[in-house]
């Protein structure tokens, strides 16, 4: 069974750095064709999604947001990283990751974040 665990700070002031760290186990994430996204769920809005690293390393992002994000990965680990840089309020939401691999779609719990100074 895959599992995925959110975890950084639930506080951040604005035009700073937004970083998570998603811990995958019970699975591997250079699984051949397998995807590990960020997605994310404001207050009063349906889910959105940030970005993706797939299993090869490579990575895409949400237009909307592509020139803030950077999505990077740790395969010793087994965890994979959301940057999200320059916060507004906006951006205060709770934070999704998201793994694909191949057995089925697994998502953590959830982390809220909250931009505000």
């Known amino acids: 069974q895959v599992q995925l665990q959110e975890s950084g700070p639930g506080l951040v002031k604005p035009s700073q750095m937004l970083s998570l760290t998603c811990t995958v186990s019970g699975g591997s994430m250079t699984t051949s064709r397998s995807t590990w996204s960020w997605i994310r769920q404001s207050p009063g809005k349906g889910l959105e999604w940030v970005g993706v690293i797939d299993y090869d390393g490579s990575t895409d992002y949400s237009p909307s947001l592509k020139s803030r994000t950077s999505i990077s990965r740790d395969t010793s680990k087994n965890q994979f990283f959301l940057q999200l840089s320059s916060v507004t309020p906006e951006d205060t939401a709770v934070y999704y990751c998201?793994?694909?691999?191949?057995?089925?779609?697994?998502w953590g719990q959830g982390t809220q974040v909250t931009v505000s100074s």
């Open positions: 998201n793994g694909r691999p191949g057995t089925g779609d697994y």
